[in-house]
């Protein structure tokens, strides 16, 4: 089979979350890099087996090197039920032979409830900042994403901005954030 070749700028690779061949679950749960012009797995990341706690992976936002990816995971302590953000950088080499997994600097963040409906990430394009929703609101026993957390990449520095446009019986969430061109501001979208 023959396959156009990329436009220019268009990502080489996408990342899906996806469960194992041979388990499914959330809590069971890959990132799986592949490439945008084949479809084909380069390569994949399992779901960090920590004692005491639960991983789910949530979200993926890949930097502007194409070779890295940030996987948003809510982390249930299984002891005090309570629950977390924590989120690992996934670099892979090459053709995917290789890959690694870290924790980024800043972590953990807070989470509310053991389910986020929707929420976004997206890296700056100078791949220095992270920005990403967070959910403080909660409405018929789940969670929403209703702020936005920026981590400086480097040092580990963030920032929340909280909405407040939430009322009483009502939900106020962002499903979509992406950074401008320059870097500089946000863009998102309310619903």
Excluded: C
Excluded at 18 to 23: E, F, I, N, T, Y
Excluded at 30 to 45: F, L, Y
Excluded at 158 to 174: A, D, E, N, Y
Aim: cysteine-free; aromatic content about 10%; hydrophobic content about 35%.
């Amino acid at each position: 089979v023959s396959y156009p070749a990329l436009p220019a700028g268009f990502p080489k690779y996408f990342a899906q979350i996806a469960g194992p061949s041979q388990v499914a679950g959330p809590s069971n749960l890959d990132v799986i890099i592949r490439s945008t012009s084949t479809g084909e797995e380069v390569t994949r990341a399992a779901t960090p087996d920590i004692p005491d706690y639960r991983l789910t992976p949530l979200n993926v936002a890949t930097a502007p090197d194409s070779r890295s990816f940030y996987i948003e995971y809510r982390a249930v302590d299984l002891q005090k039920n309570t629950s977390q953000i924590w989120i690992f950088k996934l670099t892979f080499t090459h053709g995917g032979s290789s890959n690694y997994l870290e924790w980024i600097k800043g972590d953990p963040f807070p989470a509310s409830g053991l389910l986020v409906n929707g929420g976004s990430m997206a890296v700056s394009p100078d791949g220095t900042k992270l920005a990403f929703t967070g959910a403080t609101q909660r409405l018929d026993g789940q969670s929403w994403p209703d702020d936005i957390f920026v981590v400086d990449l480097r040092t580990g520095a963030r920032s929340v901005w909280q909405v407040g446009l939430s009322r009483p019986g009502q939900t106020f969430t962002i499903p979509g954030i992406s950074w401008t061109s320059d870097g500089r501001s946000l863009v998102f979208r309310a619903v």
